[in-house]
């Protein structure tokens, strides 16, 4: 079964409405700018551990590829972002009202997907939506205090990108076991793979943020040091530096610079002499093995496991 | 049964969420500023025509509340409108940021509130919730479009106005309808019902915001003519004026002026000449005479229907 190819068809046969054009534009738009459809992907490869009949887990699964790109929507707003994918973001293309009020149809959409159900497994599954749904817009709520806040722990950080992108990850894979039809607690093993697996991705992408290669990014390296953000990187660098190396990061974290590379540069040699990367790369496979733990307390022949593994594998392992 | 106190004290029993403070605070702030809670109110007695068991119908009549608070929080932001009942909006006392993540979160919450329902009646109720809640985005959508239209009819205002005030107070009477045991032909009714107060009830806005009593309207009286506000009333004036009413029209409509009360004084001498009150109050009337018809067919007998018929009344005859 090609799954990313059903899915790209199913997105593509969404409607989510006609009029006014404003309205309903913009989410044609931001949802056919692509992506890796990994949300979705997770949901299907999750649920086809347990069963091959899979025709009610599409519609859900693509719930999960709306609401993601609802959070988008919203966040670019809000972070004044000029583009996504390489593309004019909605409030650029259009205005800011109309990225609010798509987002919010989004939100609606979202949750439509999700009706046509049995009736017994959807209270469930929406309270586990919607409770997903709000840690998510509590994490973004945390990531933009934490602009503004001087002190940040670690683990205030890892919560919040726990909250703003893990537990979609492990809803995705929560969503699919429970609809494939697993027991609680199989359902719950894969809802930490997917929560372990999505802590990984994103300090996976923190890194690459640093360490990726421009070619390959897609992204301008060291975008996180310019804008000053609190990555664990920083953090750790920041927890475990020498005076000396604390003069360096004071110097540059916070302070309007010219010299965007000098700024990339000089921070990059702290977090060299402090190794910030090899402890990056630890804390990465540890969640990874956290994640491999949960996924073989599943009790289904490894085989049938293997799709979700080699995914798992490819999300860490990207360079980009 | 008291039901304003019921849903008042039910109100203030809703917990939102704790952390981190910028997300909720907001939420319970707008939550507290009031207002007549006419939508939860119109659940609860439509229901009470069927059944005087309302336990299970406070929780989803608090979704239609809680769901409004969340239109007007947006709206606010996106009408970049400095009070909300007096007091500082959201966006104004916090930032846009917060207004937006406290609303999709009302969104979020306003979905939860229906998850007790029994599994059977949930699909149901939530389709039609989630096409109000979408119907009531369109409707606001039209309304920042027409903004900047030259062109628009009586008919698209109508509809605008239908869709952004009158469908929700349609789907509170059908709500309360459904969980109060009702025929799908009586919920239908009820649903029509509320639909018609409503444009009555937004017409009524419009009248009162050009012959209100400034005592008691508690706006400023005019503001819709200072704004250039394509309302009904202006709407119709222009549609039928001479050719010496549209040049005095045309001098005052979309001009910037340094006399704001001179413009409202011109304009409401047209809407004077043009008899533009009574024709108002005759589609008001005409409106709540539909209304009433569909109540009448509601198969309950007619004492049980007089509290929900005296809120009809008062909503059409009110002063502010």
Same mark, same amino acid.
């Given at each position: 079964?090609?799954?990313p190819a059903?899915?790209?068809a199913?997105?593509a046969?969404l409607h ?6 404003t ?5 044609r738009y931001?949802m056919?700018?692509?992506g890796k459809?990994?949300r979705p992907?997770?949901t299907?490869?999750s649920?086809?551990?347990f ?5 009610h887990?599409?519609r859900?699964?693509?719930a999960t590829?709306?609401f993601?790109n609802f959070?988008?929507l919203?966040d670019?707003l809000?972070?004044q972002a000029?583009l996504?994918r390489g ?11 109309v990225?609010?009020l798509?987002?919010d149809?989004?939100?609606?959409r979202a949750?439509?997907?999700?009706f046509?159900l049995?009736?017994?497994s959807?209270?469930?599954i929406l309270?586990?939506f ?5 840690e998510v817009?509590?994490g973004?709520?945390w990531?933009m205090?934490f ?7 670690i683990a ?7 909250l703003k992108?893990?537990v979609?990850l492990?809803?995705?894979l929560?969503?699919?076991a429970r609809?494939?039809g697993?027991?609680?607690e199989a359902?719950e ?5 997917g929560?372990?697996?999505?802590l990984?991705?994103q ?5 690459l943020d640093v360490?990726?290669?421009?070619a390959t ?7 996180d040091?310019?804008? *000053? ?6 953090? /750790?660098a &920041?927890?475990?530096? !020498?005076?000396a +190396?604390q =003069? ?6 916070g302070?309007?610079t010219?010299d ?6 000089a921070?990059?040699?702290v977090? *060299?002499e402090?190794n910030?990367?090899?402890? /990056?790369? &630890?804390?990465?496979e !540890?969640y990874? +093995?956290? =994640?491999?733990q949960h ?7 490894d085989a049938r496991?293997?799709?979700l593994h080699r ?9 980009s």
């Open positions: 079964m090609d799954f059903q899915i790209t199913a997105l046969q989510y409405g006609d009029e006014p054009h309205l309903y534009e913009p989410i931001i056919a700018l692509g459809r990994i992907l997770l299907l490869l649920a086809h551990l069963t091959d009949e899979l025709s887990v599409v859900p699964a693509l590829e709306v993601h959070t988008l919203h670019d809000m972070d000029p996504r593309q004019p973001t909605v409030h650029e293309k259009w205005n800011p009202n990225a609010i798509s987002g149809v989004m939100l609606v949750y439509e997907l999700f046509d049995e009736p017994k959807l209270p469930l309270r586990r919607s409770q997903t749904a709000a817009c509590e973004q709520q990531d205090n602009e503004t806040e001087t002190q940040v722990s205030q950080y890892l919560n919040m990108i726990r992108t893990a979609l492990g809803f995705c929560e969503l699919g609809l494939g697993a027991s609680d359902a093993h894969l809802r930490q793979f929560t372990d697996i999505g990984a991705f300090l996976r992408d923190d890194l360490y990726g290669d421009a990014f897609g992204k301008r390296v060291g975008g040091i310019v804008s *000053d953000k609190k990555t664990f990187l920083l953090l /750790t &920041q927890a475990q530096a !020498s005076p +190396q =003069a360096v990061l004071a110097r540059h974290i302070v309007p010219p965007a590379n000098a700024k990339v540069q921070v990059r040699a977090y *060299d402090l910030i990367r090899a402890q /990056t790369e &630890q804390l990465i !540890s990874f +093995q956290d =994640a491999l996924l073989a307390r599943v009790p289904v022949a496991k293997a799709p995914l798992a594998l490819q999300l860490m392992e990207r360079e």
